[in-house]
């Protein structure tokens, strides 16, 4: 009951008359892009909201095929390669009517270029690489690759072939942490984006791709085909209108200055250089992280309870199942069991095409976190029962659901509440990752933080969600002494005497 009720509160954003919702990858251009859309469009007074830092390409692309959010800045090279699906290198034209096929299209082109590259620090046993096909035959080397980039049919799953590098040793490693671990000496060579701004600040070469790997990465808007001609009008005045140098210098702004992305989008928007005047946004850590949890404590903590009490609903009586019919028990714990093994962000990308992007995804795939300590622990506790008194309550003759509502579950209840507390706070720490599909809570300081590779606003959404884990702690054990039978507690603290 609670999931239909968020359901029906949090779907509605969604609907047609609600406002244009732009998406955007976790990257700071991506960031960027996504806020330069929603100034425009407010500009023009068009209602429009941003889902920032969603995720990598196979979310967002997911969420704008299922309607969940209307458009986002995307390449070429990427909606050729890696979304179409086609190896062929489409011209404008072509691109825009295989993407009708689906009921999407593309805007102009922004002006700029962002083709993937390889970048190495030129020292050391990388100084005389120029060229990517260099790097062949070097076994040396170490490589530190975004996830994407290493799933990608454009990135390392074709380029591997095409410079004969494999099977070179590669670990994923993300995007922004990438750098700090290039110039660190922990790994040799990295995929970069040729707009990032870290390029030039950190002295990096960027090798010459001579064998003309990478296609074209025109940056264009990708939105849906029903938006209305107003919407669409409005993100046409973006063609042409953002050169390579002006985003490099976005980027910096984030980057490098400390600029928050809507602020750098701002200033682009009303006609001011990026990195002039102004304030930085960065504020006090604590004033931050206040900020943090005045903004996103309430849906953080709509996340962690609305799915905690949705599996407390089904898990007890699934446990009670799982102790009173042994076959089926077998069936119940084993489920549970490996729906706790999904990884979230896979659990989560699974729900998208059922339920779109926000909170209702979230809800689900934590209601499924929750379920297996509580099932669990109902299970075991009823099988701690002692034998006397389920004898003691059959000679009474009472019916089996006295037995169970009276006795039975009173006496599990101390083991049944070490489940649900497991539940709780395992929730709190998954429902961050609920951030990279639009959900809301502390996740959203951590994603954006990642993104940037700001260690500091990490810790502002970090440190929110081990408070709040720490006062659950204190919160059970209030609760403890509320709902366990004294008779319960007692007989435990006789037996820890003994």
Same mark, same amino acid.
């Given at each position: 009951?609670?999931? +239909?009720?968020?359901?029906?509160?949090?779907?509605? @954003?969604? $609907?047609?008359?609600?406002?244009?919702?732009?998406?955007?990858?976790?990257?700071?251009?991506?960031? +960027?892009? &996504?806020?330069?859309?929603?100034?425009?469009?407010?500009?023009? %007074?068009?209602?429009?909201?941003?889902?920032?830092?969603?995720?990598?390409? !196979?979310?967002?692309?997911?969420?704008?095929?299922?309607?969940?959010?209307?458009?986002?800045?995307?390449? #070429?090279?990427?909606?050729?390669?890696?979304?179409?699906?086609?190896?062929?290198?489409?011209?404008?034209?072509?691109?825009?009517?295989?993407?009708?096929?689906?009921?999407?299209?593309?805007?102009?082109?922004? %002006?700029?270029?962002?083709?993937?590259?390889?970048?190495?620090? @030129?020292?050391?046993?990388?100084?005389?690489?120029?060229?990517?096909?260099?790097?062949?035959?070097? /076994?040396?080397?170490?490589?530190?690759?975004?996830?994407?980039?290493?799933?990608?049919?454009? *990135?390392?799953?074709?380029?591997?072939?095409?410079?004969?590098?494999?099977?070179?040793? #590669?670990?994923?490693?993300?995007?922004?942490?990438?750098?700090?671990?290039?110039?660190?000496?922990?790994?040799?060579?990295?995929?970069?984006?040729?707009?990032?701004?870290? +390029?030039?600040?950190?002295?990096?070469?960027?090798?010459?791709?001579?064998?003309?790997?990478?296609?074209?990465?025109?940056?264009?808007?990708?939105?849906?085909?029903? =938006?209305?001609? /107003?919407?669409?009008?409005?993100?046409?005045?973006?063609?042409?209108? +953002?050169?390579?140098?002006?985003?490099?210098?976005?980027?910096?702004?984030?980057?490098?200055?400390?600029?928050?992305?809507?602020? !750098?989008?701002?200033?682009?928007?009303?006609?001011?250089?990026?990195?002039?005047?102004?304030?930085?946004?960065? $504020?006090?850590?604590?004033?931050?992280?206040?900020?943090?949890?005045?903004?996103?404590?309430?849906?953080?903590?709509?996340?962690?309870?609305?799915?905690?009490?949705?599996?407390?609903?089904?898990?007890?009586?699934?446990?009670?199942?799982?102790?009173?019919?042994?076959?089926?028990?077998?069936?119940?714990? %084993?489920?549970? &069991?490996?729906?706790?093994?999904?990884?979230? =962000? !896979?659990?989560?990308?699974?729900?998208?095409?059922?339920?779109?992007?926000?909170?209702?995804?979230?809800?689900?795939?934590?209601?499924?976190?929750?379920?297996?300590?509580?099932?669990?622990?109902?299970?075991?506790?009823?099988?701690?029962? @002692?034998?006397?008194?389920?004898?003691?309550?059959?000679?009474?003759?009472?019916?089996?659901?006295?037995?169970?509502?009276?006795?039975?579950?009173?006496?599990?209840?101390?083991?049944?509440?070490? &489940?649900?507390?497991?539940?709780?706070?395992?929730?709190?720490? #998954?429902?961050?990752?609920?951030?990279?599909?639009?959900?809301?809570?502390?996740?959203?300081?951590?994603?954006?933080?990642?993104?940037?590779?700001?260690?500091?606003?990490?810790?502002?959404?970090?440190?929110?969600?081990?408070?709040?884990?720490?006062?659950?702690?204190?919160?059970?054990?209030?609760?403890? /002494?509320?709902?366990?039978?004294? *008779?319960?507690?007692?007989?435990?603290?006789?037996?820890?005497?003994?």
């Amino acid at each position: 009951m609670l999931l +239909i009720v968020a359901t029906c509160l949090f779907a509605a @954003p969604a $609907s047609a008359e609600g406002p244009v919702r732009v998406g955007s990858k976790r990257f700071p251009e991506s960031m +960027i892009l &996504g806020e330069i859309a929603v100034a425009v469009l407010q500009r023009a %007074g068009i209602p429009a909201e941003h889902r920032s830092g969603l995720g990598g390409t !196979a979310i967002v692309w997911g969420a704008l095929r299922e309607g969940a959010i209307d458009v986002y800045a995307e390449y #070429t090279g990427t909606l050729v390669r890696n979304l179409v699906g086609d190896d062929r290198r489409l011209d404008d034209a072509e691109l825009a009517k295989v993407l009708a096929a689906q009921s999407l299209a593309v805007g102009p082109h922004l %002006g700029f270029e962002n083709t993937y590259a390889l970048a190495v620090k @030129p020292t050391g046993a990388t100084s005389s690489l120029r060229t990517m096909s260099q790097l062949s035959g070097r /076994r040396d080397l170490r490589f530190g690759l975004s996830p994407e980039f290493l799933g990608r049919q454009d *990135g390392w799953l074709g380029l591997c072939a095409r410079y004969e590098l494999c099977p070179l040793p #590669t670990s994923g490693l993300d995007h922004g942490l990438a750098y700090d671990a290039l110039v660190a000496g922990s790994i040799d060579v990295t995929d970069v984006y040729a707009t990032d701004a870290k +390029i030039d600040r950190l002295g990096l070469r960027v090798l010459d791709d001579d064998r003309a790997f990478f296609p074209k990465y025109d940056a264009m808007m990708v939105h849906r085909r029903d =938006l209305s001609p /107003r919407v669409v009008a409005a993100l046409a005045t973006l063609g042409g209108r +953002i050169s390579a140098e002006t985003m490099r210098s976005l980027n910096a702004a984030v980057e490098l200055d400390g600029h928050a992305p809507g602020v !750098a989008a701002k200033r682009f928007v009303d006609g001011l250089d990026a990195r002039a005047g102004g304030v930085a946004v960065k $504020s006090s850590f604590l004033s931050g992280m206040f900020g943090v949890i005045v903004a996103e404590g309430p849906r953080h903590l709509l996340l962690v309870f609305a799915s905690l009490a949705a599996a407390i609903l089904l898990g007890v009586p699934l446990g009670v199942m799982a102790h009173d019919r042994r076959r089926l028990g077998r069936w119940i714990l %084993g489920l549970s &069991g490996v729906a706790q093994t999904i990884p979230s =962000l !896979a659990l989560l990308s699974f729900m998208i095409p059922l339920f779109g992007i926000g909170v209702v995804p979230a809800l689900v795939a934590l209601f499924v976190y929750a379920l297996l300590p509580i099932v669990r622990n109902t299970y075991v506790g009823m099988q701690e029962v @002692p034998t006397p008194q389920r004898e003691a309550a059959l000679v009474m003759n009472l019916s089996k659901r006295t037995r169970l509502v009276r006795i039975e579950l009173p006496l599990a209840s101390r083991t049944i509440l070490a &489940g649900v507390k497991t539940s709780a706070v395992i929730n709190v720490g #998954t429902a961050t990752i609920a951030a990279f599909i639009g959900a809301g809570g502390f996740g959203v300081a951590i994603s954006t933080g990642l993104g940037l590779s700001d260690t500091r606003m990490i810790l502002q959404g970090a440190v929110p969600a081990a408070l709040l884990a720490l006062v659950l702690e204190g919160a059970f054990a209030i609760a403890d /002494r509320v709902l366990v039978p004294r *008779g319960v507690r007692l007989a435990e603290i006789a037996v820890r005497r003994r």
